[in-house]
């Protein structure tokens, strides 16, 4: 709700900047996506090392 209303005021103060800023967000958020893709992999992988790593601990019980 707060970003509908910060839209609006923006709207009314500049519209030129908003029509601008509405059609350049999709256009970012497509050329951002695959850094988010490839972020989310490492996350994942880095996920899955510390998982084998702490393995045996979690078998023996050690906090």
């Known amino acids: ?8 005021i923006l709207f009314i103060l500049c519209w030129p900047i908003a029509i601008i800023a509405l ?3 999709p256009i ?4 951002l996506l695959p850094f988010r893709l ?3 992999a ?5 996920d899955l090392i510390r ?3 702490m393995l045996p601990f979690r078998i023996l019980g050690v906090k």
């Not at 709700?1 to 609006?8: E, G, I, N, R, V």
């Not at 970012?28 to 050329?31: E, H, K, S, T």
């Not at 490492?42 to 880095?46: C, I, K, Q, R």
């Open 38 to 40: 490839l972020g989310f």
């Open 42 to 46: 490492v996350e994942l992988s880095f």
């Open 51 to 53: 998982n084998i790593f």
């Open 1 to 8: 709700m707060l970003t509908f209303l910060l839209w609006c």
């Open 28 to 31: 970012v958020w497509l050329l």
């Open 23 to 25: 059609f350049l967000y």
